[in-house]
Structures are given as structure tokens and as C-alpha cells.
């Protein structure tokens, strides 16, 4: 049985989040509209998409083999698209392949199926939780686990964030064996690691995301952990949810070394994506995507409440947390104008999500058909609907120019047509969604997680 015949009782594996089968390269792909002609690189995206038959009942979505899909956009034509498995050891083998050489932490081995991303020329498949990044080629053809250059000493992760002045990443990892603790670490222009700093936790936190501010680097300390009893057990995805962990956010001096970290109890809740975070005065602004609760009841996928977009105002000298609701309704997957990261903002983008009543009785996360522009300033959101039964995933912003104010650009991302049962890649005006052009995919990209533009020259590359 092939990964497309899979036996649908896990949500996750049915729908569009059900796996695709083929590689398929396409070229001269059909647009509708008029694509802006300063569009010159690659829209990629990553997400789970299992080779092989899973077990349905103890299936996680967050791990299924990695596959990165590509549009490469150049003179207003969309010349190819491409899907390509990342090939760990076990898709390797699956494929009857040689297994691709590089490092690998301690002989954990698993294709990054979480995020894509340029830097210093090179392109990289990446997750969390211990695995080391993969490197691909520009056509997204494998070329091996790497370790940048000798510099990484461990897993790395899925969300890192670059510095608008610097071009540095700056990201916080996590990894099981390292205990009560979390990684901060820089990623320079060329694709060194030049800084790590270990910070306690309570325990052994899921940390997904972070952020930094022009002073300072946010770390999420939140109450889904692993769990010793869910391992031993055999869990595909042994973190839980702990109602005796508690919650909170901490702030380390971007040049701090570890030791001296401000926490900030917040209300429990778990946070998996950072909008932005910046510096206001004493206070640390830190606008995200609050959860409820995160594998406390469904251990298949984040099916735990409707989640909801919150501004969370840090000061300093109290320790208190302020918290306002941003949007009505049910938001993930924020993006911003990427040049502003750890500065003020006013845009954001979300889409549309329900995931369910936080008791697992929905079946599945549901992504929903809806973009949403918010004006941090106004207060006002805008929303783009792209059709009944329809459905969307993560937008990313792409400038008109290197000096364009914010958000003059266009937004990016995967729509899908369950009639059709294809694919488009949305092309829309960030200012008033709407269309710009689409490309027609003849094949359907399953739900995933997430993207970024990656232009031939990186004069607005920005993850």
C-alpha cells in the first residue's frame, strides 16, 4: 500500500492533508493575471507527506516525512514547479537510493519537515526538536544533513528569524536529551554558527518559535513538555500537555550569556508563532498566536480550541503582563513585512483557523478559506475569502522593492480547490487583497506548514 492509499481513520491523513505520491516537475505553468515582473526567485514551502504507510491510530501529522514544493517565478512567468521528498536515510531507502552524507546529531536522523529557507546562497530544509537541518539543491534535490560547516553541535530549528541590519538568524532549539534547558544560538550572514547560549527551563519544553526585539530575545517557557510516561509508552510525539507546568515568557539580553533571563508569568496557554516583538520604552510589545492548551487531549495533531491573535505587553519593571485581543475569530501562521522583524509594526497577515473545541471533536485543524490583513494602528482588520469549500495555508509577505514602505508588496501562498482537487499559488495585493495573478498547479499540495520567498539575489530575502 502506497502513502496515498492510506487507511483515512487518522484525520490527518485524509482530505487535503492527506499525502501526495509522486515527485512531479512541471514547467511553463499556466497564470492567470499578470505576475509583477520584479518577482525573480523561488516560493518554497515544506510539510509532512509520509512515503511510507503509517499507523493511522498513533500518527502525528508533525512527523511525516519532509517534502519541499517549488514555484521559481522570473520575468513574469512561472517556469517550473517542483515537489521533492527530503531525503533522510528512511526515504532514501524507501526510494531504493544510496542514503546522502552529512552529519547528523548522534545519529538522529529525520528529513526537516517544517520549514524552507535561503541563506548565504544555500537553501535549507529545516525542523525542531533535534534533528540537524538538510541542504538542498536550487531545483530542491537533496544534498545531505549539514551542520553548517562544523558549527552547529545539535539540532537547530524550525522558525528561525533573521536580523533586518545584521542578516543574522537568531533562533532558540530544543532537543530531549539536553534536559531543563533551551539554546540560543546566531547563524551569521555566510552560515556559521558565532553564538550559543544554554538557558534553564522548568523542564523540556516544546519551543516551536522566539523572537528578538533591538535589546532582546523572547523564549517561550510553556506547560507542553515532554513526558516521560508518553515516551516510554512509545508516542510517535511524546510532548504533553502539563497542568501543573508553569507558564511563562522570559527575556535574554541578546548579548546576555544565559545566566540572567527576566521571566514574565503569563496565564497558561501554549504558543507555537511569533507575529513580531519589539521595544517599546521599558516594555517589550510581543504580538502572537495564543492557544489554550496544546496536546492535552488530541495526540494526533493541534486540535486543542480555536487559537486567537493577542498583543502581550511585557514591563519590565513591574514583571507584569499585559494582554489584548487583537482579532475576533480564529487566526494562525502571522506574518509580517520581514524587514520590520524586531521593530515596530503596524501589518500583519493570518489566516483563517478552527481548530476545533478543544476536546478533539472536530476532525481536524481546520484551515480555512480566509486571509486576514490587520492594521495594528487603526485597529481594523480586512478579509479575503477565496471561495466556498475552498482553503489556504501561511502567507508570506514579498516587498515591491528593497525600499518599499511596509506593506507595499504582494502576499504569497497555496490555495486548494477540493472540486478540482489542485492547487494555486495566490499571488495578492497586500494592501487590499486583492488578486494579482495565480499559478495553476495540475496537482494538489497537501496542508503543510511553512514558507518563504527566496529571491536569486537576497536584497529582500527575509525569513
Known amino acids: 500500500m502506497t502513502s496515498s492509499e492510506q487507511p483515512p481513520t487518522n484525520r490527518y491523513l485524509s482530505g487535503n492533508f492527506a499525502p501526495v505520491n509522486k515527485e512531479v516537475t512541471v514547467t511553463n505553468l499556466p497564470v492567470e493575471g499578470t505576475l509583477p515582473t520584479h518577482l525573480d526567485g523561488r516560493y518554497l514551502r515544506n510539510g509532512p507527506n509520509p512515503i511510507s504507510v503509517v499507523d493511522p491510530p498513533t500518527y502525528h501529522w508533525f512527523l511525516g516525512d519532509g517534502m519541499v514544493h517549488g514555484i ?55 525542523v525542531e526538536a533535534g534533528p540537524n537541518p538538510y541542504e ?123 545566566t540572567e533571563v527576566q521571566w514574565f508569568d503569563v496565564d497558561p496557554c501554549y504558543v507555537f508563532h511569533t507575529l513580531n516583538a519589539f521595544d517599546d520604552g521599558d516594555k517589550v510589545v510581543l504580538d502572537l498566536v495564543r492557544h489554550d492548551r496544546m496536546f492535552a487531549t488530541d495526540f494526533n495533531g493541534p486540535n486543542e480550541g480555536t487559537p486567537t491573535l493577542e498583543r502581550w505587553t511585557l514591563e519590565r519593571a513591574s514583571g507584569r503582563v499585559h494582554t489584548t485581543v487583537l482579532a475576533e475569530g480564529g487566526h494562525e501562521f502571522p506574518r509580517i513585512d520581514e524587514r520590520l522583524f524586531g521593530s515596530s509594526h503596524r501589518y500583519g497577515y493570518t489566516i483563517g483557523i478552527d481548530a476545533g473545541d478543544g476536546d478533539g471533536s472536530h476532525q481536524a485543524v481546520g484551515f480555512e478559506n480566509i486571509l486576514y490583513r490587520h492594521d495594528m494602528v487603526q485597529g481594523t482588520t480586512t478579509v479575503r475569502s477565496f471561495g466556498a469549500g475552498s482553503s489556504v495555508g501561511e502567507f508570506v509577505f514579498v516587498p515591491n522593492s528593497p525600499v518599499s514602505p511596509e506593506d507595499d508588496g504582494v502576499l504569497m501562498g497555496f490555495s486548494h480547490d477540493p472540486v478540482s482537487d489542485t492547487s494555486r499559488l495566490e499571488v495578492v495585493d497586500a494592501q487590499t487583497l486583492e488578486s494579482v495573478a495565480a499559478v495553476q498547479l495540475p496537482v494538489r499540495v497537501p496542508v503543510g506548514f511553512h514558507g518563504n520567498w527566496v529571491p536569486t539575489t537576497e536584497l529582500s530575502h527575509l525569513v
Open 72 to 126: 521559481r517565478l522570473r520575468d513574469g512567468k512561472a517556469e517550473w514547479y517542483r515537489n521533492r521528498w527530503v531525503r533522510s536515510s528512511g526515504v532514501a531507502e524507501a526510494f531504493g537510493e544510496e542514503p546522502h552524507p552529512g552529519p547528523t546529531n548522534n545519529g538522529f536522523d529525520f528529513g526537516a519537515n517544517t520549514n524552507v529557507i535561503g541563506h548565504g546562497g544555500r537553501t535549507f530544509a529545516i
Open 136 to 258: 538542498l539543491t536550487d531545483e530542491l534535490d537533496t544534498i545531505g544533513p549539514c551542520d553548517f560547516d562544523g558549527t552547529l553541535g545539535g539540532g537547530w530549528s524550525a522558525h528561525p528569524h533573521r536580523d533586518p541590519t545584521t542578516g543574522e538568524l537568531h533562533t532558540v532549539s530544543y532537543h530531549w536529551a539536553w534536559g531543563n534547558k533551551v539554546r540560543y544560538s546566531v547563524l551569521d550572514r555566510v552560515g556559521k554558527v558565532t553564538k550559543l547560549v544554554e538557558v534553564q527551563t522548568t523542564g523540556a519544553p516544546m519551543v516551536h518559535d522566539c523572537a528578538i526585539t533591538a535589546s532582546s530575545v523572547v523564549i517561550y517557557d510553556l506547560p507542553t513538555v515532554l513526558n516521560v510516561d508518553a515516551a516510554i509508552a512509545g508516542a510517535s510525539l511524546p510532548y504533553r500537555w502539563d497542568n501543573d507546568y508553569p507558564a511563562r515568557v522570559g527575556l535574554l539580553a541578546r548579548d546576555g550569556d544565559g
